[in-house]
């Protein structure tokens, strides 16, 4: 491949990328673009968590992005029936801000599984989850 068609096309990835993250960015604050990014990582830290492990499946991958693809659907839900509704913006920032805890405390257990060294990240992991327990 030419080495004009390569940077053409990093260039056109870029542009597409830039101009969804401003769109993001400009209707629903950072905490949103925030949460695709964590999903992204922990996506990809799973998959790679799986082949690490000898646990790579298509099948558990695709439930995974499905998931993750319905979380948003929920989340982009939140945000339009607020802004309906109420004409504010804290509850869709509230939800998303409580799934990119989630999606950190997945990020952390995967590179666990990778067997990285977390240090005091484990200690952080330990006390959200006993929030998230009710304790």
Same mark, same amino acid.
């Given at each position: /491949?030419?080495?004009? *068609?390569?940077?053409?096309?990093?260039?056109?990835?870029?542009?597409?990328?830039?101009?969804?993250?401003?769109?993001?960015? @400009?209707? /629903?604050?950072?905490?949103?673009?925030? $949460?695709?990014? /964590?999903?992204?990582?922990?996506?990809?830290?799973?998959? /790679?968590?799986?082949?690490?492990?000898?646990? !790579?499946?298509?099948?558990?991958?695709?439930? @995974?992005? !499905? %998931? *993750?693809?319905?979380? $948003? +659907? !929920?989340?982009?839900?939140?945000? !339009? $029936?607020? *802004? =309906?509704? #109420? @004409?504010?913006?804290?509850?869709?920032?509230?939800?998303?801000?409580?799934?990119? +805890?989630?999606?950190?405390?997945? $990020?952390?257990?995967?590179?666990? %599984?990778?067997?990285?060294?977390?240090?005091?990240?484990?200690? +952080?992991?330990? =006390? #959200? *989850?006993? %929030? @998230?327990?009710? %304790?």
């Amino acid at each position: /491949m030419d080495g004009n *068609k390569i940077v053409f096309g990093i260039k056109s990835v870029g542009t597409a990328v830039g101009s969804i993250w401003s769109l993001i960015v @400009g209707a /629903m604050g950072w905490a949103f673009p925030t $949460l695709i990014i /964590m999903m992204a990582a922990d996506y990809i830290t799973g998959v /790679m968590a799986g082949a690490a492990n000898g646990g !790579l499946s298509s099948s558990v991958g695709r439930r @995974g992005f !499905l %998931k *993750k693809v319905y979380v $948003l +659907i !929920l989340i982009g839900s939140v945000y !339009l $029936l607020e *802004k =309906v509704v #109420l @004409g504010t913006q804290h509850l869709g920032d509230g939800v998303t801000i409580a799934y990119i +805890i989630i999606e950190f405390i997945s $990020l952390a257990e995967n590179g666990g %599984k990778l067997g990285v060294n977390l240090g005091p990240i484990n200690n +952080i992991i330990a =006390v #959200l *989850k006993e %929030k @998230g327990d009710g %304790k």
